[in-house]
């Protein structure tokens, strides 16, 4: 039997390996990588986690300092990433504890804030998240601007 290179092709690769498994042939797995492998989608379901909240975390930033600028495509993407973090949230339960971890909201808001001066060419953005984890993620609630 040839062995496929992970390096090489990590297609071919990781279709091997699962053969390999399911025919029982654990000697001849390549351990090494298939953890890192099994790292690497955790760390990707938290990117997608990441990503989804600080597309929503700018635009309720634009929601909230452009008022004038309040449309229906920001309710809609607004809308459109609560329901797929809750559902992101419902698949990979394990996320949720990710919300109440201070440090990857602050790497998170700063990509917002990022996120909202590009796209606004605003730089007056609060240094740290004014709201609360259930009011970003509730149906309903959008912030107030300020006055």
Same mark, same amino acid.
């Given at each position: 039997?040839?062995?496929?290179?992970?390096?090489?092709?990590?297609?071919?690769?990781?279709?091997?390996?699962?053969?390999? $498994?399911?025919?029982?042939?654990?000697? /001849?797995? #390549?351990? !090494?990588?298939?953890?890192?492998?099994?790292? &690497?989608?955790?760390?990707?379901?938290?990117?997608?986690?990441?990503?989804?909240?600080?597309?929503?975390?700018a635009h309720l930033l634009k929601w909230q300092f452009q008022p004038e600028r309040q449309g229906r495509s920001w309710q809609i993407t607004i809308?459109?990433?609560?329901?797929?973090?809750?559902?992101?949230?419902?698949? $990979?339960?394990?996320?949720?504890?990710? /919300?109440? #971890?201070? !440090?990857?909201?602050?790497?998170?808001?700063? &990509?917002?804030?990022?996120?909202?001066?590009?796209?606004?060419?605003?730089?007056?953005?609060?240094?740290?998240?004014?709201?609360?984890?259930?009011?970003?993620?509730?149906?309903?609630?959008?912030?107030?601007?300020?006055?």
């Open positions: 039997m040839t062995t496929v290179n992970y390096e090489t092709d990590v297609v071919a690769w990781a279709n091997e390996q699962a053969w390999l $498994v399911r025919n029982k042939m654990f000697d /001849l797995l #390549d351990i !090494e990588h298939i953890a890192e492998e099994i790292e &690497d989608v955790g760390k990707s379901e938290q990117r997608e986690l990441a990503n989804r909240m600080t597309v929503l975390m809308r459109n990433q609560r329901k797929a973090i809750q559902l992101h949230l419902k698949q $990979v339960p394990s996320l949720k504890a990710r /919300l109440n #971890d201070a !440090e990857w909201l602050e790497i998170v808001w700063g &990509d917002a804030i990022y996120q909202a001066s590009k796209e606004t060419r605003l730089d007056n953005f609060p240094e740290t998240c004014p709201w609360l984890i259930n009011e970003i993620l509730s149906e309903l609630w959008l912030p107030v601007a300020p006055k």
